[in-house]
């Protein structure tokens, strides 16, 4: 077993599920410390199990990341428990979609709460004490639908930006430390959130294969990592073409009902 993560704390957001998973059990097998947070609980205890019969320590909390009292309590739960945080990976998220006609602004405040909010949130609180020690990664999960934006999903692609402008301004401000900074931006990942989609999505990855490949760009201190390669093509060709060409495959045929994730 690659114990290269050995003593490190990696604090977790979204653990529960999909990505945050699969990550959680990857960096069990690398014996990292796992500070595992999401609401559902339940299901933490379940991965906790898990990623214990692969050898690493691990804590869970729950943790509502819209909420900063939420997310300040459980870091400083975590550095108690755990020590202090060397990687923090903000993974928490929520997608959803609406057509024009049904303009849903309880959905689209909850996906710029979540993702925005939250990440900041959770960075928010982590980072004064890596700052003090001039050590630590600062790792969030953007999306390639970072890049550009769709009709239908542009609430979710305008959070991601967020995400990816979030990051770029502080690894650049981070530069001179010690303090690494990664954006990751996958594709189309087979989680809970893909799962209710009704379109053909390019190249759908496998989410322990995604897993494995967000640790390693982690691990070699990335500072974006887009990933499926050839759909990072497809969205700068996409971004080429005149507007209403990006527009065409959802005229009529791709009718997505007002839907989220939770
Ligand atoms: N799947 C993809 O294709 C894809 C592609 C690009 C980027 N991403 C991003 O990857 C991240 C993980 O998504 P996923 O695909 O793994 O989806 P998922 O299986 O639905 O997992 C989402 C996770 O976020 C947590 N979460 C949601 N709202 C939360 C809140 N208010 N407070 C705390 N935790 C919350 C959920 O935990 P609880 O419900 O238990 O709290 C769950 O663990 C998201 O940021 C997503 O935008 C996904």
Not at 134 to 152: C, E, M
Request: proline fraction near 3%.
């Amino acid at each position: 077993m690659n114990h290269v993560m050995s003593g490190k704390v990696v604090f977790l957001t979204g653990a529960s599920s999909g990505i945050g998973e699969a990550l959680a059990r990857e960096y069990a097998r690398q014996g990292a410390i796992l500070a595992l947070a999401a609401r559902r609980t339940q299901l933490l205890e379940k991965i906790k199990k898990d990623c214990e019969s692969l050898g690493a320590r691990v804590e869970i909390f729950s943790c509502d990341v819209v909420v900063e009292g939420d997310v300040r309590r459980t870091v400083a739960d975590i550095n108690k428990k755990l020590g202090p945080i060397d990687v923090v990976i903000a993974n928490a998220g929520v997608s959803g979609s609406f057509k024009v006609g049904r303009f849903n602004t309880e959905l689209s405040a909850k996906i710029i709460d979540v993702n925005v909010k939250g990440l900041l949130y959770t960075i928010g609180a982590v980072l004064p004490e890596m700052l003090k020690r001039n050590t630590g990664t600062v790792v969030g999960i953007s999306s390639l639908a970072s890049y550009i934006s769709f009709p239908q999903s542009y609430v979710y692609c305008a959070s991601k930006s967020a995400v990816s402008a979030i990051l770029q301004g502080l690894r650049l401000e981070l530069s001179e430390s010690n303090i690494q900074v990664t954006t990751i931006c996958p594709g189309y990942i087979r989680t809970d959130m893909t799962a209710s989609n009704q379109f053909t999505m390019p190249f759908l990855m496998n989410v322990d294969v995604a897993a494995q490949r967000i640790v390693r760009a982690i691990a070699r201190g990335a500072d974006v990592y887009d990933f499926p390669r050839r759909m990072r093509w497809i969205i700068r060709v996409l971004s080429l073409l005149p507007q209403k060409m990006i527009a065409l495959p959802f005229r009529g045929g791709r009718d997505v009902k007002a839907s989220s994730n939770k």
